[in-house]
């Protein structure tokens, strides 16, 4: 059983809400059931989430966790006046927290727009992550060469290393335009990086991998093959970092770290000149 339950309420997509809730939450040791209640818009909704949270807390015994980006005041008003009591559940309301101070610390009123993407679609920085995410999956495993040098960021290593979905979140989250190239055994052969690369030295970043945690990734995908082999990916790591130690390439193991945790060392090793936010 979770030891709570976690609501996170917004008149958006909900997004904004989880991604700062769970940044909190994962510093407790704890397994929330999370909930999220997104485009929470009317009065009406509010009032259902409120009857939803309650039950919640009713059958499980246990105050649930809510937190809220809502910023219709009619809206949010409604789980306020519900929460002053302390007893049905804790509310912890983002835009309150952050907004309000800073609107006194800077002297300006925010314009309190509901649902963070309802425009995103009209504007520039939505079209060019819409952009940078065709060209990465055009470019994703080294299947085109074209066009490399628009690439903001080029990652290789060998295959099953985590290169296709780094290149997904570069282009998702930063607008990135990330190219990702695998290194096989021909280009171990030939001892240096293949030719296609070369020009692009500077945008290079190379990912590795433990050989055992690699067979385990290939055995899912190729069982008891060659390709999934420990000693074949033993050499094929082996390799690959020599590869890049001779060529002078940063890379780092992704073996113990996250999407997140790799994607900010590309970002603070490249330093890409365009982001997009």
């Known amino acids: 059983m979770p030891n709570r339950s976690v609501f996170f309420i917004s008149d958006g997509t909900g997004i904004t809400a989880e991604t700062f ?4 939450l994962a510093q407790f040791e704890m397994k929330p059931r999370h909930v999220r209640l997104p485009f ?14 309650q039950h919640t807390a009713a059958v499980e015994g246990k105050r649930p966790i809510v937190f809220t980006t809502l910023v219709n005041a009619e809206v949010l008003s409604v789980l306020y006046r519900a929460s002053e ?7 912890l309301d983002m835009f309150s927290t952050f907004v309000q101070p800073l609107e006194r610390e800077l002297g300006l009123k925010s314009n309190h727009r509901v649902g963070r993407f309802s425009d995103a679609s009209k ?4 079209h060019d992550r819409i952009e940078a995410i065709n060209f990465s999956l055009a470019h994703d495993d080294g299947q085109s060469n074209k066009d490399l ?8 290593g060998v295959s099953r290393s985590g290169k296709t979905p780094t290149s997904l ?5 930063y607008g990135l335009k990330a190219s990702n190239y695998p290194l096989i055994p021909e280009d171990f052969e030939r001892q240096h990086l293949p030719p296609a690369l070369a020009a692009h030295k500077s945008k290079l970043f190379g990912l590795s991998i433990a050989p055992e945690r690699l067979a385990e990734i290939r055995h899912e995908r190729r069982p008891d093959s060659r390709y999934a082999a420990l000693d074949n990916c033993r050499m094929e790591v082996a390799e ?4 890049m130690r001779r060529a002078g390439i940063r890379w780092l193991s992704t073996t113990t770290k996250s999407i997140e945790e790799i994607a900010t060392t590309i970002l603070q090793e490249i330093q890409p000149q365009r982001l997009v936010y």
């Open 149 to 156: 040098e628009r690439s903001d960021v080029i990652l290789i």
């Open 21 to 24: 809730g769970n940044a909190i």
């Open 85 to 91: 009591d302390g007893q049905s559940f804790l509310m």
């Open 40 to 53: 929470v818009d009317t009065v009406d909704k509010a009032h259902q989430a409120l009857r939803q949270i």
């Open 169 to 173: 979140y570069l282009a998702m989250q």
């Open 240 to 243: 690959a970092e020599a590869m």
């Open 123 to 126: 504007s520039q920085a939505y």
